[in-house]
């Protein structure tokens, strides 16, 4: 049986949710990551998301404020997540609109899900963006390059026409199981290539 760790002892995941389609796949890796002892997830929900959970969701905000360990109100600039002395392993915003690249890519930090971006780059933990636009301009590229160049992941939620994938459940196992292999955590149904 899995031995929990006391609180202090998991390791933290800060988890941004912000307003591209996509919502599910955010849903999804919160319900996985529950279930993993080892972890506790601090969740930060823009108001672009919000809209999008309504749209794309039967989920009710606290129904997915619930899959968290943690929640964070987005105008709160003084929220743990804000500082780089509280210890995590890094951010995933998912899905990341071209908004919130945008503002991660200048360092304008007026809500806390950019901040807590800002605060992983700087800290020189591990930042993945799951960034979701087509078709994508000069502009969106532009800065989309310009985090790659300081270090962060750019992972968009690509198909994965190999893997044999049936539903959009299991195309977006596929897709979070390659973002969480980024932070060393092996997810079930996870297919790698030729193993
Ligand atoms: C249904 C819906 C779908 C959207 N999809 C996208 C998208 O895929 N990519 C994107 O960059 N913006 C998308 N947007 C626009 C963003 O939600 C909008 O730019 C918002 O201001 C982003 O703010 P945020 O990053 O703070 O959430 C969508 C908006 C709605 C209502």
Redesign the pocket.
């Known amino acids: 049986m899995d031995q929990q760790l006391p609180s202090q002892q998991k390791k933290r995941l800060v988890v941004g949710m ?5 919502v599910t796949l955010a849903i999804q890796l919160l319900r996985i990551m529950k279930e993993c002892p080892d972890w506790e997830t601090h969740l930060v929900i ?4 919000q ?2 959970i309504a ?2 969701t039967d989920y009710a905000m606290n129904q997915v404020e619930q899959l968290a360990t943690a929640v964070y109100d987005i105008g709160d600039h003084g929220g743990n997540i804000a500082s780089g002395t509280f210890h995590t392993a890094g951010m995933i915003i998912i ?1 990341c ?4 690249v945008a503002g991660i890519a200048c360092g304008y930090s007026d ?1 806390l ?1 950019l901040r807590a971006a800002d605060v992983t780059l700087k800290e020189r933990r591990t930042l993945v963006l799951v960034p ?2 087509s078709p994508l301009s000069t502009i969106h590229l532009r800065n989309m390059l310009a985090l790659a160049e300081a270090g962060a992941f750019l992972m968009p939620p690509v198909a994965p026409y190999y893997s044999g994938v049936n539903s959009l459940e299991e195309m977006n196992l596929q897709i979070i199981g390659k973002v969480l292999d980024k932070f060393g955590i092996e997810l079930n149904g996870f297919k790698r290539w030729r193993n």
């Open positions: 912000s307003g591209a389609s996509g823009s108001k672009g998301a809209t999008t749209l794309e899905p609109s071209m908004k919130t809500n899900l979701r636009e």
